[in-house]
Structure formats: C-alpha cells, structure tokens
C-alpha cells in the first residue's frame, strides 16, 4: 500500500471554552480551559494514522516543551516523525482557540512552522514513490506550498491541498493538484460565489465540504454527498478529519464518492468531543 505524507503545520492548541464573547477592552468569565495537541497538518496526520494508514509527518517544531509534547503526541498516534525537524531558538507554533455557541475563533501563531521551507522538505519527498499522497494545508509558507505541489506533479506523487486557512493559489498550483478541499467559504473567496459553474470547471478535483451537510464535487453531474449528524461539541478539527480520512480511502482505491462518504463519517464523529484531535476516530468507529 502506497504512504500518506502530510507537510504541514504542528501546535499546541490552547482552548478556552466561554458562554460570552467578550467585546473591546472587556472581561469575562470562561467555562473551561485545556491544552491539546494540534495545528492542521498534525491533526491531518493523526486523523490518518488512526485510520489504519502509514503515514508520515514533514514539519518543524522548536526546542521546547511544546515541541516535545507535539512529537510525543505523533509517535502516540502512530504517526512517523523521522522527518520533523526542531528548530533551536524558535517557539513552537500555537493556536489560540475561543469555543462559543458550537463553532470556534482561533488565532494561530506559527512560530517554527514558518522554518517548513522548500530546501528542507522538498529531499524529504525524495524518499517517497510514485502514487503516494501529499496532504498540505496553508498554516505553511505558501512558497513551499507551491514548491511542493510542483515537485508531486512531476515526480507523479498525489495531492490533496485543504486550502486552509484560506490565502490566495496560483493557478499554475490549482492546476497541479490533484483535489482541492476547501470549505464553502474559502471555495467563494478562492473562486466566487457560483458554485455550481466553479465545481463544474474542475471535475473530480474540487471537493467542497459543507460541515454536516456533507461535500459537493462534479464528475458528469454535480454529486452531493451526504453529511452524517452528531451531536456537536467541538467542530475544531473536523476539516483536518476529513482530509486526512480522504487521503486513507484514496490510499485504499476506494472510487472518489465512497472515499468522500468515508470522510464525512470521520469528519462527523470528530466534533463529538472536545479538541482537535479528540474525537478523531478509529477505523472501529466508523465501521460501527
């Protein structure tokens, strides 16, 4: 079976659960507070390699407790770390997360993600084959974004990009791709606002996901997949699920809408528990 390679981001997410927004300049009162392992790509990373996958993790950390505490939570996961790379005097990145009314703000700060750049990822794929996948999000320099995906287009390695948080492609990048994951929201800033014309002009590449409502692509026609309700209580992470329990179904040669009802389910199980990596499921989760 072919590998999974997410390059991207890691942190520790430092959560704050609260029944109140406050306003400028105010103070108030929190439900809760914990620290969790996290940032996109981890989360990516984890959510495969609980899904019976081989993966592996091309990133950077620093030389602190954070950083530790991040390559102990991949190890934990199953998740190879032999190309993570630890920056000396840098912090490890971190998020900033602020959970209200079942949806969340966060605020990240790269710190040694900012250090994943193209002269040290791009001999790290070296190692890897033809018809293995590539999982980048943007929590990364969007240089070796670009730089990556160029390299998987011409070396024949797949590419899902979740194009997250959102920052503007190239369409020389968007072109290369092999599936493009964006949300609703980062899909209209990225193409505009007329869905059905955008999905049509990218058939089989462009998978939009719509939270419990599922994920749209176009092959033919246009195809909804359906979404598969839960009790939310954290949706932090549930986008990182699906990507990463995308790139397990491709893996696996399951045809593209089965894998993407595949990923629903994953990324439906995972808000039901607090922190992104939480309620990431195992592949007896989904079987159940």
Do not use: C, W
């Amino acid at each position: 079976m072919n590998n999974i390679i997410v390059v991207g981001s890691s942190s520790i997410d430092l959560v704050v659960n609260t029944n109140k927004i406050p306003n400028a300049g105010e103070t108030v009162l929190g439900k809760s507070f914990f620290t969790t392992p996290g940032g996109k790509g981890a989360n990516q990373a984890v959510a495969a390699a609980r899904l019976s996958a081989e993966v592996y993790m091309i990133g950077a950390v620093g030389n602190d407790a954070y950083g530790t505490q991040i390559i102990n939570n991949l190890k934990d996961n199953n998740v190879n770390t032999d190309y993570m790379d630890t920056i000396e005097n840098v912090q490890s990145g971190t998020a900033h997360i602020t959970l209200y009314e079942e949806d969340n703000r966060i605020i990240v700060v790269p710190g040694a993600n900012n250090h994943i750049k193209p002269d040290t990822v791009i001999p790290k794929l070296a190692k890897f084959n033809s018809g293995d996948i590539i999982i980048l999000q943007q929590e990364i320099p969007s240089d070796t974004v670009d730089a990556v995906v160029k390299y998987a287009y011409e070396n024949n390695l797949k590419v899902i990009l979740n194009p997250a948080p959102y920052r503007a492609l190239s369409q020389e990048t968007i072109d290369r791709v092999t599936y493009l994951t964006p949300n609703e929201s980062e899909n209209e800033l990225l193409f505009g606002n007329d869905l059905d014309k955008v999905i049509a002009n990218y058939p089989n590449k462009l998978i939009v996901t719509r939270g419990d409502q599922g994920a749209v692509y176009f092959d033919t026609i246009i195809r909804n997949i359906a979404g598969h309700k839960q009790n939310v209580v954290d949706t932090t992470g549930a986008g990182d699920t699906f990507n990463g329990a995308l790139a397990v179904a491709l893996i696996e040669k399951m045809d593209l809408a089965k894998a993407i009802d595949f990923a629903n389910m994953a990324g439906s199980l995972s808000v039901t528990q607090l922190g992104a990596q939480g309620a990431m499921p195992y592949r007896q989760d989904i079987q159940d």
